[in-house]
C-alpha cells in the first residue's frame, strides 16, 4: 500500500502544566487534580491532547492508576445515551 | 528505615470502637517489627467512584510510617485478612530514613472531617479530637 502523507500537523500547544508551576505536585490522592485528565468515560487522555511533558504524562498515569485501585477514580464510567 | 504510606478503606458502618480497634491493631502490627507510625490520619466517609463489596461510601485512613523493608508485607497481610477492610494501596516513599530524626511522640489518629465530595483535607473537628485524645499507647 501506498503511504499518505498527514495533512494535520499536531500542533505543539503549550508548555506542560507541571513543568511550568512546579509548585503542582501530582499525587494518587488527589482526584481533583487528576480529573482533568481522564475522559468522561474515565480513560486516561493522551499526551498529545493533555499537553503534558513525557515525564510528567507517566506521573499522572502511575497516579490515575493507584488512584483507581483504591476507589478514587473510576475505571470506566457510563455514558448517557 | 524505608518510610511508607497505606491508604485502606475501611466499612463505612463502622462504630467508633471499632476504628479505634482497627488503629490499634495497625500501630501493634508496625511497632511489632520496629517500625514506627508517622500519622495516622482518618479521613472520613467519601463516595466511591465504584461499589466495593457492595458498598457505595467507604471511610478512608491515611497511615504514615516507618520501618524495616519486611513491614509491609506483614501491614498488608493484615489489611487482607482483616474484613472490615475493603481496599488497600501502600507506596513507597522514601529509602534509608533516619528514625530519629522524625521520632514522633504518641500517635493519636487524626480526624480530617470533611464533606464527602470533596479530596481535599480540612482541619479536623475538635470535638472529635478531644474524645480522641484519651488514647494511649
Redesign the interface.
Known amino acids: 500500500m501506498a503511504t499518505k502523507r498527514r495533512r494535520r500537523a499536531f500542533p505543539r500547544r503549550k508548555v506542560c502544566r507541571f513543568c511550568a508551576d512546579s509548585a503542582l505536585k501530582i499525587e494518587y490522592k488527589d482526584p481533583k487534580l487528576l480529573k482533568y485528565f481522564i475522559t468522561e468515560r474515565g480513560k486516561i487522555i493522551p499526551r498529545r491532547i493533555s499537553g503534558n511533558c513525557a515525564r510528567h504524562q507517566r506521573e499522572i498515569t502511575l497516579a490515575v492508576k493507584r488512584a483507581r485501585q483504591i476507589a478514587l477514580m473510576p475505571f470506566t464510567t457510563t455514558l448517557p445515551h | 528505615m524505608r518510610r511508607y504510606e497505606t ?1 485502606f ?1 475501611i466499612t463505612p458502618d463502622s462504630s467508633d470502637d471499632e476504628l479505634k480497634t482497627i488503629f490499634e491493631k495497625f500501630q501493634a502490627v508496625v511497632t511489632n517489627k520496629k517500625g514506627q507510625v508517622l500519622s495516622y490520619e482518618e479521613q472520613g466517609k ?1 463516595k ?3 461499589d ?1 463489596k457492595k458498598h457505595g461510601k ?1 471511610y478512608y485512613v ?1 497511615m504514615d510510617y516507618l520501618g524495616p523493608a519486611d513491614i509491609v508485607a506483614e501491614v498488608e497481610r493484615n489489611l487482607r485478612l482483616d474484613e472490615r477492610i475493603l ?3 501502600t ?1 513507597k516513599l522514601a529509602d534509608n530514613v533516619d528514625p530519629e530524626s522524625l521520632k514522633a511522640e504518641v500517635v493519636e489518629p487524626r480526624r480530617t472531617a470533611k464533606p464527602e465530595e ?3 483535607e480540612a482541619p479536623a473537628a475538635a470535638a472529635e479530637e478531644t474524645e480522641r485524645e484519651e488514647e494511649t499507647e
Do not use: D, R, T
Open positions: 491508604l478503606i467519601k466511591l467512584a465504584y466495593i467507604g491515611l481496599a488497600y494501596i507506596v470533596s479530596g481535599e
